[in-house]
């Protein structure tokens, strides 16, 4: 997964909700280890010091935690992760509406046109079944 950072807010904020992102879906795996600072660092293009204030935030969260001689892990507890999972689904649910708000659409047409949309995707899989 790509890092994609923006200069329009603070890039340890970003590296954060990319972290979390990764998490919540699998890139690292609950209890996993991840690569050095300075490897992701590197990975993502920002200095080795930004890194580590966003992985530290996400320590203070408890999604992550650190072993002394080892390095940073994951953390095992999976309801923590689905919280953050949920959490960041929210924040995007919340985007959409608003945009599509922007665009003219009531809640009741956004349902509306989601719901038609679902039926033709529903539509489609059955043809390919």
Not at 7 to 31: F, N
Not at 54 to 76: I, K, M, N, P
């Amino acid at each position: 997964m790509p890092w994609d950072l923006k200069s329009d807010r603070p890039i340890y904020a970003q590296l954060i909700e990319q972290i979390q992102l990764m998490i919540v879906s699998g890139v690292y795996p609950a209890g996993g280890k991840l690569p050095s600072v300075r490897d992701m660092a590197a990975e993502a293009a920002v200095n080795p010091n930004t890194m580590q204030r966003a992985l530290s935030q996400l320590e203070t969260e408890g999604l992550l935690f650190s072993q002394r001689t080892s390095g940073r892990y994951v953390t095992e507890d999976v309801e923590k992760i689905m919280q953050i999972k949920n959490s960041l689904a929210l924040e995007v649910i919340h985007e959409f509406l608003s945009k599509m708000n922007q665009l003219g659409y009531d809640t009741q047409q956004t349902y509306s046109l989601l719901n038609h949309m679902l039926k033709e995707d529903e539509e489609l899989g059955e043809q390919h079944c």
